[in-house]
């Protein structure tokens, strides 16, 4: 089932286009993967999906991204709203300079989502849901920021699946990770796919090949081609593409 659908979207930097007529459909329940070169229109179009370019003065966007069905840039939608149902985990890990614990409860606190009593069970949860419990259960209320990278990474995941999205975008969630802090994060993505659509952003190619079930090519702007994963990489259809997974550009 289509989770979010996108019809000739284009963004604008002032005057600057970043994105060119882009459609997609991403289905749910799946990891959906965005390659391209630095400066290709990646984070911009992933940052388009929760209105997060909405922060940035001076951006535009037109086209059509809708949410089941719901227009996301129509008048009326509530962003608050839109943001707890697609949720973003970024480049660096970023844990808020409180607890393990207060990092996973903020979300769950701020929206009053969710009665007192019931915070703990949800903390524990998503720290379980995120593989991080066994790692941090009896150290709760220990500084997240005397974590590991990697268990930073999963708290960020944790704190972003306590309000119970149903997409998560991730934005190069590997790129400040060591090989075995990221095999987690990749694992971790192929245990969330049961209960959450993915997109993902990732520089790295064999990461996209090793976690997503569909894998979109952007290339200045514009996406280029988009397929099953094994299509892109074994045999794309667009000779840009196939040069960009062989190494041969980009
Ligand atoms: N805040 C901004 N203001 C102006 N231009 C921007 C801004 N953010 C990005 N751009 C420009 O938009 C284009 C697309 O950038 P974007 O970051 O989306 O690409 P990307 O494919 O994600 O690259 P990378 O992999 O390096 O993050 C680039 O030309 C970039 O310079």
Not at 1 to 7: D, P, S
Not at 155 to 169: D, F, N, Q, Y
Not at 233 to 241: A, D, E, H, I, W
Request: proline letters at 5%; charged letters at 25%.
């Amino acid at each position: 089932m289509a989770k979010i659908t996108v019809e000739h979207l284009n963004f604008y930097y002032g005057e600057k286009p970043a994105l060119s007529d882009i459609s997609i459909t991403i289905q749910e329940l799946q990891v959906t993967a965005l390659i391209g070169p630095s400066g290709c229109g990646k984070s911009t179009f992933l940052r388009c999906l929760n209105r997060m370019n909405d922060t940035i003065k001076g951006t535009r966007v037109q086209g059509l991204v809708s949410l089941e069905g719901h227009n996301i840039y129509s008048p009326g939608f509530d962003v608050v709203e839109l943001r707890k149902r697609v949720g973003m985990v970024f480049q660096r890990p970023n844990p808020f300079p409180q607890s393990i614990f207060d990092n996973v409860a903020f979300g769950p606190r701020v929206l009053g989502s969710a009665r007192t009593s019931e915070i703990p069970g949800i903390v524990e949860e998503s720290l379980r849901a995120a593989f991080l419990w066994d790692e941090v259960k009896d150290k709760l209320k220990e500084d997240a920021l005397s974590l590991s990278l990697g268990q930073q990474q999963r708290l960020c995941i944790a704190r972003t699946i306590a309000v119970k999205p149903e997409v998560i975008l991730m934005d190069e969630p590997c790129s400040a990770l060591d090989p075995i802090a990221t095999l987690q994060i990749e694992q971790l993505m192929g245990s969330l796919k049961r209960d959450y659509t993915i997109v993902v952003v990732t520089h790295n190619m064999q990461q996209a090949a090793r976690v997503s079930d569909r894998t979109g090519f952007f290339w200045l702007g514009r996406l280029v081609e988009f397929d099953a994963t094994e299509t892109i990489f074994t045999r794309p259809g667009n000779k840009l593409t196939e040069d960009y997974v062989t190494g041969r550009a980009g």
